[in-house]
Nanobody, 119 residues
Framework: QVHLVESGGGLVQAGGSLRLSCAAS????????MGWFRQAPGKEREFVAQ????????YYADSVKGRFTISRDNIKSTIYLQMNSLKPEDTAVYYC????????????WGQGTQVTVSS
């Protein structure tokens, strides 16, 4: 069982930056593919970014490519999402998720952290 706790959300003006963190416990962190998802009010949850357990491969949604960077520290069992050039449409609850590298689905989710970008 993997337990995930996000932090770092808040209120920021458009064009600003935030760095989200997600601390993991309860599993062999280096064997988990980690991702960030977000859900805006009235919308379905959507994929934001993913990083492989080797840390060498990352994927991003087109909407955040070039602005967001996902990274991980396997010693600290933590992943990060550096968000730059934030836009009001980035406003959402951001969730950290984990899936064992041999499985297809994300099985573990954090409680979420609110990011609000004002115009």
């Amino acid at each position: 069982q993997v337990h995930l706790v996000e932090s770092g959300g808040g209120l920021v003006q458009a064009g600003g930056s935030l760095r989200l963190s997600c601390a993991a416990s309860g599993g062999t962190f280096s064997r988990y593919i980690m991702g960030w998802f977000r859900q805006a009010p009235g919308k379905e949850r959507e994929f934001v970014a993913q990083i492989s357990y080797t840390t060498s491969i990352t994927y991003y949604a087109d909407s955040v490519k070039g602005r967001f960077t996902i990274s991980r520290d396997n010693i600290k069992s933590t992943i990060y999402l550096q968000m730059n050039s934030l836009k009001p449409e980035d406003t959402a609850v951001y969730y950290c998720a984990a899936r064992f590298y041999l499985t297809a689905n994300y099985d573990y989710w954090g409680q979420g952290t609110q990011v609000t970008v004002s115009s």
